[in-house]
Nanobody, 113 residues
Framework: AHLVESGGGLVQPGESLILSCTVSPRIKNIPVMAWYRQGGGESRELVAQ???????DYRGSAKGRFTISRDNVKDKVYLQMNSLEPEDTAVYYC????????WGQGTQVIVSS
């Protein structure tokens, strides 16, 4: 699989942002898709993951604010992020738990006033 993220940018605290990950060739048979993030000087951490059947799992501060979804027709995974905080500033990576793990190149999210 090949992953390309988009949708990052600079937003103010409290605003929303949606990240997209385009999967090629197809997402349908990839059991688990996930979003990770890595802030400055920190290790990469799991934000949210979703199975082929739509089961989701959220970690830490993502619970209640972020929503992960996947479109098995458009071959995309999304991360809707609401009520963003400066602590959400990080590079966000799309991840595919395929036959072998695959990472996207990352998209930068900056939350600052």
């Amino acid at each position: 699989a090949h992953l390309v993220e988009s949708g990052g940018g600079l937003v103010q605290p409290g605003e929303s942002l949606i990240l997209s990950c385009t999967v090629s060739p197809r997402i349908k048979n990839i059991p688990v898709m996930a979003w990770y993030r890595q802030g400055g000087g920190e290790s990469r951490e799991l934000v949210a993951q979703i199975t082929t059947g739509g089961m989701t799992d959220y970690r830490g501060s993502a619970k209640g604010r972020f929503t992960i979804s996947r479109d098995n027709v458009k071959d995309k995974v999304y991360l809707q992020m609401n009520s963003l905080e400066p602590e959400d500033t990080a590079v966000y990576y799309c991840f595919a738990d395929d036959d072998e793990p695959v990472w996207g190149q990352g998209t930068q999210v900056i939350v600052s006033s």
